[in-house]
């Protein structure tokens, strides 16, 4: 049962690097315009979400992969930031938008069991 928590996780960060690679134009689009090298940072970050959630199923990876994921939530805050903050993003309800900030914290605690 323990388990279960780790494997939903897992499964979180794999779809969400898949999902770079489906419809890269969302990601695109919450990068900051101060960030360079944008396709290649989605593409990048969508690998890395893929790997480090490939990494997490297996026990000699599982800490490294935790660490990954803390750090590539730390790299990415900056884009939900961006999100939360700028004019382009009007339409998205203001409770997702500043929803997301908090849920960074969650995430790299939930990460952070598995050190």
């Known amino acids: 049962m323990e388990q279960i928590p780790l494997y939903i996780m897992a499964v979180f960060y794999i779809a969400a690097g898949v999902y770079h ?6 990601y695109l689009k919450i990068m900051p315009p101060y960030f ?7 593409w ?5 979400e893929v790997l480090l959630g490939v990494g997490l199923l297996f026990e000699p990876s599982r ?7 803390i750090f ?4 990415v805050f900056p884009a939900n930031v961006y999100m939360a903050t700028s ?14 900030l908090p849920l ?12």
């Open 21 to 26: 690679f489906v419809n890269p134009g969302f």
């Open 63 to 69: 800490s490294f992969s935790a660490y990954g994921i």
């Open 72 to 75: 590539l939530l730390v790299a």
């Open 44 to 48: 990048v970050s969508g690998l890395a």
């Open 87 to 100: 004019e382009r993003f009007h339409k998205v309800p203001a409770w997702i938008k500043w929803g997301r």
């Open 36 to 42: 360079p090298f944008h396709k290649t940072a989605v």
């Open 104 to 115: 960074q914290f969650v995430l790299v605690w939930w990460a952070y069991l598995y050190i």
